[in-house]
């Protein structure tokens, strides 16, 4: 009922920038945070930046003052601009949205499918 569905990623050189884009949609009620994960291969999948509805952010120390997280569109969508990437920022990145389906219920997490983004020369 709950589609997450991400925009953006691909190749890009270092020190470049990218937007990450993504919007869930569906039955929703309220969407408490939402955010980035990435994974590269060969290691665990970490939090690059989260941003709560009412708009507080974290990020993770690799990506402090290069990324910007932001909601927008109804605090449904969320972006990711990445500037000043590297080679290290290369991985699979996945939105995720803490999504209420309704009124008293529990929050649960919904996944995009992950969009590859490749720093490279």
């Known amino acids: 009922q709950v589609q997450v569905v991400e925009s953006g990623g691909g190749p890009v050189q270092p020190g470049g920038s990218m937007r990450l884009s993504c919007v869930a949609s569906g039955t929703i009620f309220r969407i408490n945070d939402m955010g980035w994960y990435r994974q590269a291969p060969g290691k665990q999948r970490e939090l690059v930046a989260k941003i709560s509805a009412g708009g507080k952010t974290r990020y993770r120390d690799s990506v402090e003052g290069r990324f910007t997280i932001s909601r927008h569109n109804g605090k449904n969508s969320v972006d990711l601009q990445m500037d000043s990437l590297k080679v290290e920022d290369t991985a699979v990145y996945y939105c995720?949205?803490?999504?209420?389906?309704?009124?008293?219920?529990?929050?649960?997490?919904?996944w995009g499918q992950g969009t590859q983004v490749t720093v490279s020369s």
């Open positions: 995720y949205a803490e999504v209420v389906v309704a009124l008293f219920n529990e929050p649960q997490d919904y």
